[in-house]
């Protein structure tokens, strides 16, 4: 038996030798043999022995021999065929494949080929086989100060990794393997590069650059306009990072896992973010803004910032992918400025019997959080795709002070203006019109009484001189409300006929807004998720049943919202306000000498709250700052002094918190009419005939 098994390995070595021995080769190049194919082609034989190659081999693009070039299309059997088992790297110049026999290479751990043409010698046939650990693409051109470079023009390098390819049980996953620059703590990328008696200008980080880099500190010079795939990907232990504004293009995964990152802003000429750009930067503390010129949001693109606070869509962002911006746990806020909705990408599928949707923003965020939108696009995020999962949509709108017949906000009244109201009421287009000023008749809206007003004062040749005061308006989820500006003022405060409001003395006041109206029901109601009130049959009705915490609440919420500092006014704002700030005619009640034109009060309530506005205003274009609720303000209670004051806030403490106005059921001539009525209650005391009015 043993000598049967001697006989058939001497009768292989025998084969191996003989196959061997028939490679005739014309010519030798730095240790490879050659056989001449053609004119111009040749082909990497064997020298007809076993070879004893080892460590490194080199195969040029092309081969001199006899002044002739030869470009090598081939590589013969057992080329690089060795019993010494060490070759461990083939390094192939080849720009095209040669062709190769399925015992060109006995044992070979890499091959090293041009970067360029790595994914056709990943599928050529033998190449795909030849290796033992990994096929690779060499990178770089050359080196600096550690730095790796690729010649990406003709005066334009890019920083890169040394190699890039394919492992033999990976698939078609791509490896990368970088040279010292990232075991570096700090990385100082050069605005210009000398190289082979020529001067580069850097202007990208290609893909992989800094993979998996240690760096601690990495600058970038303002002549980078790329940031390529995975550039800085699982760059763990920077904390800061400078993005130069020179950088227009930021590609898939370029910071991907970049863990430590707290502080860093987007260049504002970005046009393009790629899939999972900033993916898991779990540290970013961000109010981040999407700059003007991006368009599309990929897929992924922010998923997992945890420390972002607020969002800001630039105006051009027209579409928005699948996980976006998924689980941001600490985002507060969307701040939309595109007049369009942008797309949001949705998928929807079953599988085992199990619904599965996705969005660009988790399920949760839908419910707990506000998107701010353009006040005239309201209604169509309102009703677009996606958009219309949000609990909360707000909207807000300053309108400026305005002359009463100015329609078109020239500051004059003549023709124009009769023209272009004409033009409103006939198509409801408001677009470049002055709202407050074609507010003729002062009653908060535009209609046809509107037109007569302003038919009358060009006849006349009159203005009646009023201007309209300034609004902040606001819209959540469909829900309008209005803040009047008033303009700030002296005034004597109180009145000397009662205790309680005594003893009148001076207040200055600065510049504040108040509510136009008390908070409805349907406000509350969509802010907080419940309606306290007692009278709900009518959503238009104030809200009551609230006690003064509960406003605070309220409020807390509102700022969330709206991004605004919204509160309750002080008594001195409300008192103000009331009396009809510096348009005050000196009334007896807010608005009017005549109680029922702008009350609801014990003799015309029917015992019960009313809608808000159902009434005249006062000379602020405010409504119910007599009757109908009291109305919760933020000071503690407290008796008057004497001393001029500017801005009061109310005494430090107090028996409880102060209420002005007075409610539906209380009956004409007594003391809460007086002075617009002035109470106290607890602020825990909850009762049917107290609400409140917002300030900002």
């Avoid at 064997?46 to 002044?67: D, K, R």
């Avoid at 008192?575 to 005619?585: K, T």
């Avoid at 014990?602 to 006062?618: F, G, I, L, Q, R």
Wanted: aromatic share 12%; glycine share 8%; hydrophobic share 35%.
């Amino acid at each position: 038996m043993k000598k049967n098994l001697l006989s058939r390995f001497c009768a292989l070595v025998v084969c191996i030798a003989c196959a061997l021995g028939a490679n005739a080769y014309d010519f030798v190049s730095d240790g490879i043999y050659y056989t001449i194919i053609n004119g111009n082609e040749v082909s990497v034989v064997n020298n007809g022995s076993i070879n004893t190659y080892s460590g490194e081999v080199t195969i040029p693009a092309t081969v001199t021999y006899g002044g002739v070039q030869y470009a090598i299309t081939s590589i013969g059997d057992y080329a690089f065929y060795t019993t010494a088992g060490d070759l461990e790297t083939i390094h192939c110049y080849c720009t095209t494949p040669p062709a190769v026999h399925a015992n060109s290479f006995s044992s070979c751990e890499y091959i090293v080929v041009p970067f360029e043409a790595l994914e056709d010698y990943y599928v050529a046939d033998g190449w795909s086989t030849a290796y033992t650990y990994y096929i690779m693409g060499e990178v770089f051109d050359f080196a600096v100060d550690n730095i790796l470079y690729k010649i990406t023009g003709e005066n334009s390098v890019g920083v890169c990794p040394s190699y890039m390819g394919y492992g033999k049980e990976s698939g078609h996953e791509m490896y990368v393997w970088n040279s010292a620059q990232t075991n570096l703590e700090n990385i100082t990328i050069p605005a210009t590069v000398a190289h082979g008696g020529k001067t580069y200008t850097v202007t990208s980080m290609e893909p992989y650059a800094l993979f998996y880099g240690q760096a601690r500190s990495i600058s970038l010079p303002n002549t980078i306009t790329v940031i390529g795939e995975s550039a800085f990907s699982q760059c763990s232990k920077i904390t800061d990072f400078s993005l130069p504004e020179s950088v227009t293009v930021i590609n898939d995964y370029a910071f991907y896992g970049c863990s430590a990152i707290e502080n860093m802003s987007l260049p504002a000429g970005l046009t393009h973010i790629g899939v999972g750009a900033f993916m898991y930067l779990y540290k970013w503390n961000v109010d981040l803004v999407i700059p003007e010129k991006i368009t599309r949001i990929e897929r992924n693109a922010f998923y997992q910032c945890f420390k972002m606070h607020t969002l800001t869509l630039g105006p051009n962002v027209e579409w928005i992918g699948i996980d976006a911006f998924g689980n941001l746990d600490s985002l507060a806020a969307v701040i939309c400025e595109r007049e369009v909705p942008p797309v949001m990408e949705h998928i929807e599928y079953e599988e085992d019997g199990l619904q599965f949707s996705y969005d660009p923003f988790y399920v949760f965020f839908y419910s707990h959080n506000v998107v701010r939108v353009p006040y005239g696009s309201h209604e169509a995020y309102r009703n677009a795709d996606v958009w219309n999962k949000f609990n909360y949509l707000v909207s807000d709108q300053v309108v400026e002070p305005a002359k009463a017949g100015d329609v078109t906000g020239d500051d004059e009244v003549n023709m124009d203006d009769l023209t272009r109201l004409i033009n409103y009421l006939l198509t409801q287009d408001a677009t470049g019109m002055n709202l407050l000023g074609a507010d003729v008749d002062g009653n908060t809206s535009v209609t046809m009484d509107d037109l007569t007003a302003l038919i009358n004062m060009l006849l006349t040749n009159s203005s009646n001189g009023i201007t309209r005061p300034g609004e902040h308006r606001f819209l959540i989820t469909g829900v309008p409300f209005t803040m009047i500006k008033v303009d700030g003022g002296s005034f004597m405060m109180g009145n000397s006929g009662l205790t309680a409001t005594s003893p009148v003395h001076q207040v200055i006041l600065s510049d504040y807004n108040i509510g136009q109206t008390e908070v409805t029901q349907q406000l509350w109601k969509t802010v907080m998720k419940s309606n306290p009130s007692e009278f709900s049959d009518d959503l238009n009705r104030p809200v009551e049943m609230v006690n003064w915490n509960d406003c605070q609440d309220f409020v807390s919420k509102m700022i969330k919202l709206t991004g605004k500092n919204f509160r309750l006014p002080t008594e001195a704002e409300w008192e103000f306000a009331a009396r009809g700030g510096n348009r005050s005619q000196g009334y007896n009640y807010a608005g009017s000498n005549t109680l029922g034109d702008v009350a609801w009060y014990k003799s015309n309530s029917d015992d019960k709250t009313h809608p808000v506005a159902t009434k005249a205003p006062n000379e602020l274009g405010l409504y119910d700052m007599t009757g109908n609720v009291f109305e919760w303000c933020q000071d503690w209670w407290g008796y008057y002094t004497s001393g001029a004051q500017v801005n009061p806030q109310g005494p430090a403490s107090g028996d409880g918190k102060v209420c002005r106005s007075c409610g539906f059921n209380r009956t004409a001539g007594t003391s809460w009419f007086f002075n617009y009525g002035r109470c106290y209650d607890d602020v825990e005391t909850k009762t049917n005939d107290t609400g409140m009015r917002l300030a900002l």
